[in-house]
């Protein structure tokens, strides 16, 4: 467990304002922050990492402080043991992907350790390549393993698919989930995209000026079970499955997660990750696929 108390005045979209939170992360969850631009999101993981430091407060862990301004603790942060992905994979262009993990593991490094992370994300074939010959995603698996080369208890990751295609976001986010899972991680994600939430996030934190307005899991948070008027959204699907006697579809619609009702054989036919437009029909939302 994570135990947030903290005060910071930032420079925010509208304007001066004090990032107040109060919060616990509770021990193995996957968190994601979301909330609009300016909001406080960024610079929150950037106090927990120990690169930016409050006015007032405090950051506890079950077993260590790491701040406490009152009685002037402030662990830097290579004693944090925190792992820090940026949107952008900041990769050290003269080494090969092997060299940046195993400078990010120091001098006392697991080399075991860093060969199994290699082979679990998919990179040993390029564990000799520099940066600059690697795709964008590729560049981002290097980021979110080196990240992880020191073990760390908590990792923080900052838009860390913002700047890839819908097909790389998917897979490197299974990849995610199935890291965090592996190593037992505490992990907090910033994102703005809806489905990153829905598919790797316990809880969700939703910020907007300087304040936590929401919090729960991703159908707490976002879900909306009806359609208004004669409308028609384009979503994308994100998962199927039986309650009771009747099928539900959970569609992604702009910054709402749509619950409906459809039967086995149309089910059958929608699968995660397809795109699709809800029609608002007499008696019931008519659900087209989008070619």
Not at 79 to 85: E, L
Not at 183 to 193: A, K, N, R, S, W
Not at 253 to 282: D, W
Request: proline letters at 3%; hydrophobic letters at 40%; one cysteine or more.
């Amino acid at each position: 467990m994570i135990n947030i108390s903290i005060r910071k005045k930032l420079m925010m979209a509208e304007g001066a304002c004090d990032l107040v939170i109060n919060t616990k992360i509770g021990t193995g969850e996957l968190t994601a922050i979301s909330g609009k631009s300016g909001a406080g999101k960024t610079s929150l993981l950037r106090m927990m990492a120990g690169f930016l430091k409050p006015e007032s407060g405090f950051m506890k862990t079950e077993e260590e402080v790491w701040l406490d301004i009152e009685n002037k603790i402030d662990l830097p942060v290579q004693k944090r043991n925190i792992g820090f992905v940026f949107q952008d994979p900041a990769l050290f262009p003269n080494m090969t992907v092997k060299e940046n993990l195993q400078y990010a593991a120091g001098k006392k490094g697991d080399k075991q350790f860093l060969n199994q992370l290699l082979e679990m994300v998919g990179l040993t074939s390029l564990a000799d390549r520099k940066p600059a010959e690697l795709s964008g995603g590729q560049q981002q698996r290097v980021a979110i393993t080196r990240a992880l080369a020191r073990k760390p208890k908590l990792l923080l990751l900052d838009e860390p698919f913002a700047a890839l295609d819908n097909e790389m976001r998917r897979y490197l986010r299974e990849e995610l989930l199935t890291l965090h899972r592996k190593f037992g991680l505490t992990t907090l994600l910033v994102t703005h995209d809806l489905s990153d939430i829905y598919y790797l996030a316990d809880k969700v934190l939703v910020i907007d000026k300087g304040e936590i307005i929401k919090s729960g899991n991703p159908n707490q948070v976002f879900a909306n079970n009806t359609i208004d008027g004669k409308v028609q959204l384009q979503g994308e699907v994100l998962n199927t499955y039986k309650s009771g006697v009747v099928y539900i579809v959970e569609i992604l619609t702009g910054n709402t997660i749509m619950k409906l009702v459809v039967g086995e054989e149309e089910k059958n036919t929608l699968h995660p990750g397809m795109k699709v437009l809800v029609t608002s029909g007499a008696f019931e939302p008519v659900i087209s696929l989008l070619s």
